[in-house]
């Protein structure tokens, strides 16, 4: 897969937790730049975490799996698709002042955030992309996303981010379909 599809891939899951930190900055007065950092660290971490148990796991089964490894990769993608798509669709989990508080809670919310990575990983390494550059990229993306979240404040940019889950939803779905195509030949 070209870097280009990758970083695609992280800006579209970026897009959701963009919309998640933004959704959460109309519930308070002020941006503080601790909670700010506190989230985007939380999101980073297990993003990653999730994305290196995804290759991981992809990488022990790839050879037992080797003849269905795009079909794979296309489910993946797809599904993540789907599932933005819908996420989008339903109310944007928020956060409130307290709840940066809570550490526990913040870890819940970030591992349902960084769930799906774990598909992405898996998928990402069944079409044989470099998992350094792409947890590099992806840690960056997600960071810079939560944080901007956080600073770009507004209705009409809480509106926004909901749109731009859906495009990154139907982005994904069209990356997959473009795994099927690049490798059915």
């Known amino acids: 897969m070209t870097i280009i599809k990758v970083i695609l891939i992280w800006l579209c899951i970026s897009a959701d937790n963009f919309s998640v930190s933004n959704a ?3 519930k308070m007065p002020t941006f ?3 909670d700010a950092l506190k989230f985007a ?3 980073t971490f297990f993003h990653l975490v999730f994305f290196v148990l995804g290759w991981i796991f992809a990488y022990t ?3 037992s799996l080797f ?3 795009y079909w794979l990769a296309f489910s993946m993608l797809f599904l993540v698709g789907v599932g933005m798509i819908l996420n989008a669709i339903e109310k944007t989990l928020s956060l409130y002042k307290k709840d940066f508080i809570d550490e526990q809670y913040l870890t819940v919310v970030a591992v349902v955030l960084s769930l799906k990575t774990i598909l992405l990983g898996f998928g990402l390494r069944m079409v044989g992309t470099p998992m350094f550059l792409s ?3 992806l840690a960056i993306f ?3 996303f939560v944080w901007m979240g956080y600073f770009l404040k507004g209705e009409k940019i809480l509106r926004g981010s909901k749109v731009s889950e859906i495009v990154g939803g139907i982005i994904l779905i069209i990356l997959s379909l473009s795994v099927l195509i690049q490798f059915s030949r």
Do not use: E, H, Y
Request: charge should be positive.
């Open 67 to 69: 003849s269905i490894n």
């Open 61 to 63: 089964l790839k050879d």
């Open 32 to 34: 503080v730049r601790k």
């Open 142 to 144: 997600v960071f810079l």
């Open 135 to 137: 947890a590099i990229l």
């Open 24 to 26: 959460s900055t109309a």
């Open 41 to 43: 660290g939380f999101c």
